[in-house]
């Protein structure tokens, strides 16, 4: 995200009662930081980047089918979801070319 960056802490160790509640707090307020800087008729891709599988988990999160998500689930095919080695945006921008997110971003009509 260009505009600020979300700190949160999340458990380390994974107590499936508050894991799962700290992650979707996480997802939800990356959701409504990008509802809130993202114009979605300008932007042509968004690149979701993570090692793990926290990529996977935040576009199922995102893609619900539930009306306030109706947003993102038209704009569905913007998204690209590439592994990184880490969540970081000044080390992960090195680290697209290794993973083929090149190759998925030349496919987009600029």
């Known amino acids: 995200m260009a505009h600020g960056a979300l700190e949160l802490n999340i458990n380390y160790f994974r107590r499936p009662d508050k894991y799962k ?4 707090n996480f ?16 932007l042509k891709c968004i690149l979701i980047a ?27 095919e913007k998204f690209v979801s590439v592994h990184s080695s880490s969540g970081y945006k000044e080390r992960s921008i ?10 998925l971003l030349s496919r987009i009509d600029f």
């Open 50 to 76: 993570s090692p793990g599988f926290t990529r996977d988990e935040f576009l199922s999160f995102l893609l619900k089918p539930i009306d306030e998500n109706k947003l993102f689930i038209n704009s569905k």
């Open 27 to 42: 997802f939800k307020k990356i959701k409504s930081a990008i509802e809130l800087h993202f114009d979605f008729e300008k």
């Open 94 to 103: 090195h680290h697209h070319r290794p993973c083929g997110a090149l190759e």
């Open 21 to 24: 509640a700290a992650m979707e």
